[in-house]
């Protein structure tokens, strides 16, 4: 079956540091993906989405190749602020219509000042 | 304008006791979501429904029962509440086409004591 796996956190990063969350998934024919954060107390925001390969998406300095030779969904920033803080999750659809959407376990980002 | 709002945000109750949560989408979505999110944030699909209809039911206890009176709203029962029921559930709305994102509510914290 379809999976989603990324990697354990908490990560802890100073201010203005580089960031990479590892997501990798397994899917029959060409999924979705997508990475969603939630902020303490909220529900899940999109924070950016590709549909097929080699897709880069990207949204407030965050970006993540969709990588079809690699099965991976990697997300990164240049240099993360405090206020990206939260938990970040990354997940897949099945472009046919599953009528489900597949989570990693998600991966806790803090930023220090 | 809320897109996907939930109601409670919080729920506080004894074991033994039956509770609903509540759900509506006002983004004219043909597909609804309820998920559980454990105390890791690791975020588990429960039910879909498509058009009012249900079309996952990922090995949910019959305890839990949900209903869509119509397209927008899809309502969680839960009978005979135990301890380990404890957790966040989200609602969530998309397109039934996978390649769109999902939209989540804002989750309702539930805590059995």
Known sequence: GNSVTQMEGPV?????????????YTATGYPSLFWYVQYPG?????????????????NKGFEATYRKETTSF????????????????????????????????GTRLKVLA | DTAVSQTPKYLVTQMGNDKSIKCEQNLGHDTM?????????????????????????????????????????LNLHINSLELGDSAVYFCA?????????????????????
């Open chain 2, 33 to 73: 979501y309820w998920y559980k999110q454990d105390s890791k944030k690791f975020l588990k699909i429960m039910f879909s429904y498509n058009n009012k209809e249900l079309i996952i039911n990922e090995t949910v206890p019959n305890r839990f029962s949900p209903k869509s009176p119509d397209k927008a709203h």
């Open chain 1, 12 to 24: 802890t990063l100073s201010e203005e540091a580089f960031l990479t969350i590892n997501c990798t």
């Open chain 1, 42 to 58: 909220e529900g899940l925001q999109l924070l950016l989405k590709a549909t097929k390969a080699d897709d880069k998406g990207s």
């Open chain 2, 93 to 113: 709305s998309s397109q039934p086409q996978g390649n769109t994102e999902a939209f989540f509510g804002q989750g309702t914290r539930l805590t059995v004591v």
């Open chain 1, 74 to 105: 990697h997300l990164e920033k240049g240099s993360v602020q405090v206020s990206d803080s939260a938990v970040y999750l990354c997940a897949l659809s099945d472009p046919g219509g599953t009528y489900k959407y597949i989570f990693g376990t």
